[in-house]
């Protein structure tokens, strides 16, 4: 089945400079990629997602970038700031079967140091 | 409704008693899924449920865990003979269809076994 491996499961950045997450999936067939913010004490929520048509998919500071071959898509967090710090979760999952579910990384805890 | 409802919010139980927690997906939304987070941890998967199909159970850490999906709509996961390590947050989600689409998580039901 579906494996989805996150990594680092902590980081620490200065406010201002760039933040990046990595994530590898092992199922071919996976085409969707969501990645979702946790802050402390609320639900996770959509921050940015890409399907397998796009290498590469922008939103303001945010960018998440996809390698289909090396099966591996990283989540880019540019001038972070504070209220960038929360857990942040990678995921993967396939359109193809309706039985095919969403699988999540470990999660990584992200904190701007001031 | 116009997200992911789950009741209740907050729940303190005896240990050895059962529990039963609710998830009222968006309207339309086939698929669901439910997760259970220990602090400071990540997303545990439990069950998922798609349209008639069969539920993907192979989360469920114990017999003493069961979910039920009425009409494909309202969830209901029950903890039987509850022990103090199921104390977490239960969270629901819900999507259009199949894997591929976005989920959207509900506010989660925080249970304490005492």
């Known amino acids: 089945g579906e494996n989805v491996e996150q990594h680092p499961s902590t980081l620490s950045v200065q406010e201002g400079d760039s933040a990046v997450i990595k994530c590898t999936y092992s199922d071919s067939a996976s085409n969707y990629f969501p990645w979702y913010k946790q802050e402390l004490g609320k639900r996770p929520q959509l921050i940015i997602d890409?399907?397998?048509?796009?290498g590469e998919k922008k939103d303001q500071r945010i960018a998440v970038t996809l390698n289909k071959t090396a099966e591996h898509f990283s989540l880019h967090i540019t001038e972070t700031q504070p209220e960038d710090s929360a857990v942040y979760f990678c995921?993967?999952?396939?359109?193809?079967?309706?039985?095919?579910?969403?699988?999540f990384g470990s999660g990584t805890r992200l904190s701007i140091r001031p | 409704g116009a997200g992911v409802s789950q009741s209740p919010s907050n729940k303190v139980t005896e240990k050895g008693k059962d529990v039963e927690l609710r998830c009222d997906p968006i309207s339309g939304h086939t698929a669901l899924y439910w997760y259970r987070q220990s602090l400071g941890q990540g997303l545990e998967f439990l069950i998922y449920?798609?349209?008639?199909?069969?539920?993907?159970k192979s989360g469920l850490p114990s017999d003493r865990f069961s979910a039920e999906r009425t009409g494909g709509s309202v969830s209901t996961l029950t903890i039987q003979r509850t022990q103090q390590e199921d104390s977490a947050v239960y969270l629901c989600a819900s999507s259009e269809h199949s894997s591929g689409n976005t989920i959207y998580f509900g506010e989660g039901s925080w249970l304490t076994v005492v």
């Open positions: 995921a993967a999952s396939s359109s193809y079967s309706s039985a095919s579910k969403i699988i």
């Open positions: 449920f798609q349209g008639n199909s069969a539920p993907d």
């Open positions: 890409i399907r397998s048509n796009v």
